[in-house]
């Protein structure tokens, strides 16, 4: 019709650093959702969590490695999600893509709760397992 507009909606891009059972979880289910979703890990034995629906992208690569990130495509991502087992590259990874790529939204995993706090104030969101299940935990408990 003319003078219509047809509103295009993207999808939002995403890059996950890590295929734990979390990160490959949660690439399974942004990937349902419609997102384009690429999955970074270190050993490629890890991507067998994804299901053989996943139609994202899935590299071999080092999530704190400046090119690896390129070849990602962090340049145009909206979100980025540290999720490795180690509190450090995840705080690296995740410093790397908000303060030099300057992704909009960045969160990383950081087990260890004294760490989350400092992290917190340095500007990085971040999401602790460890305090998570304790306060899962504890309202349970209350609930006796």
């Known amino acids: 019709m003319p003078g219509t507009q047809i ?9 996950i650093m890590g295929c734990g059972r979390v990160g490959g979880k949660l690439a399974a289910m942004l990937d349902a959702a419609g ?10 034995y890890s991507f067998r969590r994804l299901p053989p629906t996943f139609s994202g992208t899935a590299l071999i690569g080092n999530g704190t490695d400046e090119d690896m990130l390129r070849k990602a495509g962090i340049e ?19 410093q790397i893509a908000k ?3 300057k992704v909009p939204r960045v969160i990383c995993r950081i087990y260890d709760p ?7 104030q340095l500007g990085l969101e971040s ?3 460890t305090e998570v299940f ?10 006796i």
């Open 99 to 101: 303060h030099i790529f």
């Open 114 to 120: 004294l760490r989350k706090d400092i992290y917190e």
């Open 35 to 44: 997102y384009r979703v690429t999955v970074l890990d270190l050993d490629a």
């Open 7 to 15: 509103l295009k909606q993207t999808k939002k891009t995403i890059i």
């Open 76 to 94: 145009s991502v909206d979100a980025f999600f540290a999720l490795t087992q180690g509190d450090n590259r995840n705080v690296m990874a995740a």
């Open 134 to 143: 304790a306060d899962l935990l504890f309202n349970r408990l209350e609930k």
């Open 127 to 129: 999401i602790s397992p």
